[in-house]
Nanobody, 125 residues
């Protein structure tokens, strides 16, 4: 069982930056692929980014490529999402997720086994 707790959300102006963090419980964090998803009000949850257990491979949604960076610190059981050049369209609840078997570039959320409660990101234009 893995418990995930996100932090770092908030209100930021368009063009600004935020850094989200996700703290994971458990002693086998490095064996999990980790992902970030988001859900805007009235919309389906969508894939944002994912990182392999070692941190050596990452994938991004086209909408955030070049602006967001995912990283992980296996010694601290954390995964982060650095978000730069934020846009109003980035406004959403952001969720951290863990996959026992990393799905690589697949954006399907059913590949992820554990989810955090989410953190709100609001970008004002």
């Amino acid at each position: 069982q893995v418990q995930l707790v996100e932090s770092g959300g908030g209100l930021v102006q368009a063009g600004g930056s935020l850094r989200l963090s996700c703290a994971a419980s458990g002693r086998t964090f490095s064996s999990y692929g980790m992902g970030w998803f988001r859900q805007a009000s009235g919309k389906e949850r969508e894939f944002v980014s994912t990182i392999s257990g070692s941190g050596g491979s990452t994938y991004y949604a086209d909408s955030v490529k070049g602006r967001f960076t995912i990283s992980r610190d296996n010694a601290k059981n954390t995964v982060s999402l650095q978000m730069n050049s934020l846009k109003a369209d980035d406004t959403a609840v952001y969720y951290c997720a863990a996959a026992r078997r990393w799905p690589g570039s697949s954006t399907v959320e059913n590949n992820y086994d554990y989810w955090g409660q989410g953190t709100q990101v609001t970008v004002s234009s």
